[in-house]
């Protein structure tokens, strides 16, 4: 799913959410971003830098620093370089219509020992990677299930390493924006005015 499927979902003349334009690549090394998405459903849209674009899934739960529990990731289409730094709201009418907050952001890097490229990890539904953010850090295994009633979406499963914390629970004790410091229900009131 490409950025012309995302750009396709979207009326830009309604909603804040930046358009999806060519390729772009950060300078800063591998951007990750988590987006706490009130949309319909609550949900964390876990999104990768991967060849120029953000490389999205949808996580009902969010990530978790417990290597015991693993994440439905849902894939959906790619995002532009741009979104990860969206914050705001999207109006009642458009896709995805709701708040959405910088939940945490960093960077990472690949942490495949078999020297894949991160592109043919993903086309191959198996990442390795190590992820430097404010709220979320150390190895993740992503993995796409190939058989069963889940076949085609994901998993996010911590790595048993120095950042694995099955007390930590962050989704439920750090629910504020590492960007602007606001909660889902600050952003929203600030999205009506
Ligand atoms: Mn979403």
Do not use: C
Not at 72 to 91: K, N
Not at 105 to 117: L, P, R
Not at 129 to 143: D, E, F, P, R, T
Request: no cysteine; net charge positive; proline share 4%.
């Amino acid at each position: 799913m490409d950025i012309d499927t995302y750009n396709e979902k979207r009326d830009f003349s309604k909603t804040k959410e930046p358009r999806g334009d060519d390729k772009q690549s950060s300078h800063k090394g591998r951007r990750f971003v988590i987006q706490k998405h009130q949309a319909t459903n609550l949900h964390y849209d876990f999104r990768l830098e991967v060849d120029g674009v953000l490389k999205s899934w949808s996580i009902p739960k969010g990530p978790s620093t417990d290597p015991n529990q693993k994440r439905m990731a849902i894939p959906t289409e790619d995002h532009p370089m741009t979104y990860a730094d969206f914050e705001g709201t999207i109006p009642e009418d458009q896709y995805g219509a709701g708040t959405v907050m910088i939940w945490d952001k960093g960077t990472y890097s690949n942490n495949s020992s078999e020297n894949k490229s991160l592109i043919t990890a993903y086309k191959n539904g198996v990442m390795e990677i190590l992820l430097n953010g404010k709220k979320i850090q150390g190895g993740y295994s992503l993995v796409k299930m190939d058989s069963g009633t889940q076949k085609g979406n994901w998993l996010l499963i911590k790595k048993d390493d120095k950042y694995a914390d099955a007390r930590r629970n962050p989704v439920s004790t750090q629910n504020k924006s590492v960007v602007s410091g606001r909660t889902i229900k600050e952003i929203e009131k600030e999205g009506r005015k």
